[in-house]
Nanobody
Framework: QVQLVESGGGSVQAGGSLRLSCEVS????????MGWFRQAPGQKREGIAV????????HYDDSVKGRFTVSLNSAKTTLTLEMASLKLADAAMYYC?????????????????WGTGAQVTISS
């Protein structure tokens, strides 16, 4: 089992920055990928930024590319999402996620472990 706990959510003005962290504990061996999803009210949960642990490659959804940066420390205990140039459309509940099996880590249906979420609110 893997436990994920997010922190760092809050409210920020459009154009501002925010940092989310996810503390990872439990059996981190053989995880395929870890990443961040978000879900706005009435919308599907979407994958936005992931790290593939074999090769440590990172992948971003087009909606956040160039503005968000995902990172994972070498011990695989802290996953971070640095968010800059925030837009009103970025407002959502943000979830930390992990998957054991191979495949895309941007597919919410294939995720094995979820955090409880951190709210991000953007004001104009």
């Amino acid at each position: 089992q893997v436990q994920l706990v997010e922190s760092g959510g809050g409210s920020v003005q459009a154009g501002g920055s925010l940092r989310l962290s996810c503390e990872v504990s439990g059996n981190r061996d053989n995880l395929h990928c870890m990443g961040w999803f978000r879900q706005a009210p009435g919308q599907k949960r979407e994958g936005i930024a992931v790290v593939y642990l074999r090769g440590w490659n990172r992948h971003y959804d087009d909606s956040v590319k160039g503005r968000f940066t995902v990172s994972l420390n070498s011990a695989k205990t802290t996953l971070t999402l640095e968010m800059a140039s925030l837009k009103l459309a970025d407002a959502a509940m943000y979830y930390c996620a992990a998957r054991r099996s191979s495949g895309s880590c941007l597919n919410a249906d294939a995720i094995d472990y979820w955090g409880t979420g951190a709210q991000v609110t953007i004001s104009s």
